[in-house]
């Protein structure tokens, strides 16, 4: 039996999302709406992730971990590991290439990150949805050597996206596209295709899950972290 999924989700850490959008909040919704593989994909951060990850076991959600990184061309794509600590350090890695502008909350937004109760336990300082000094063709690389998969997001919009910013999409190491829905009207290069919510706001969530053709048992064996090979091997019998 396929399994409902959900790639694309930011939190309270998002400067454009919302402060109601806690981890506990959006796995509350997601799983009231039948999702049962969800990612936690905040803007260059994933400091969310450790309580995502409690509340996500306490719902028999699977957890992936990861963010949206925006590369030094603007484009979009989400970088996403199986496991917390992978997650976290790849985290760190990037914040050490972002842009060292501090964050004005009055101007562009909280950047909170909260324990699995909704308390705050930090801000962070930088602005998280500048562009990284990391290029297209670097970060795929870079995140697969630490085990992850990486799917270029909203390849279809107008901003932040292959098309937007290169005109075309362009070939690489992805695990999948994301699209708005499909069948795409571009040209996709045959690489398999998601949608997801992107949701930043409370009542965003779950509203473009996709089904992944994986069974839990397969996906997450050890009932621990989610194997990345598996889940991209059923990212690959998606439609094209």
């Known amino acids: 039996m396929a399994l409902l999924a959900d790639f694309h989700n930011h939190s309270c850490l998002s400067p454009c999302g919302s402060l109601d959008m806690s981890p506990r909040t959006l796995v509350e919704l997601a799983s009231r709406k039948g999702v049962e593989v969800l990612a936690l994909t905040d803007h260059n951060s994933s400091l969310n992730c450790p309580a995502f990850a409690k509340v996500c076991h306490q719902y028999n959600i699977i957890p992936i971990f990861g963010m949206e990184a925006a590369t030094s061309e603007e484009i979009h794509v989400l970088c996403l590991f199986g496991n917390l600590d992978t997650a976290l350090s790849f985290s760190d890695y990037v914040y050490e290439h972002l842009p060292p502008f501090p964050n004005d909350p009055i101007r562009t937004g909280d950047q909170v990150y909260v324990d699995e109760d909704d308390n705050i336990e930090g801000e962070v300082e930088y602005y998280l949805v500048s562009a990284l000094d990391i290029s297209l063709d670097e970060i795929g690389p ?61 009542e965003h969530a779950a509203r473009r899950p996709f089904e992944l053709n994986v069974t839990k048992e397969e996906l997450c064996p050890d009932n621990k972290d989610a194997d990345m090979a598996v889940l991209e091997k059923a990212l690959s019998l998606r439609p094209r």
């Open 142 to 202: 870079i995140v697969k050597q630490r085990g992850g998969i990486v799917i270029p997001a909203h390849v279809d919009r107008s901003a932040f996206s292959m098309t937007s910013q290169l005109g075309v999409v362009v070939p690489g190491p992805w695990a999948a596209l994301e699209v708005i829905r499909i069948p795409s009207s571009l040209d996709t290069l045959n690489y398999p295709l998601i949608t997801s919510s992107d949701a930043h706001y409370p």
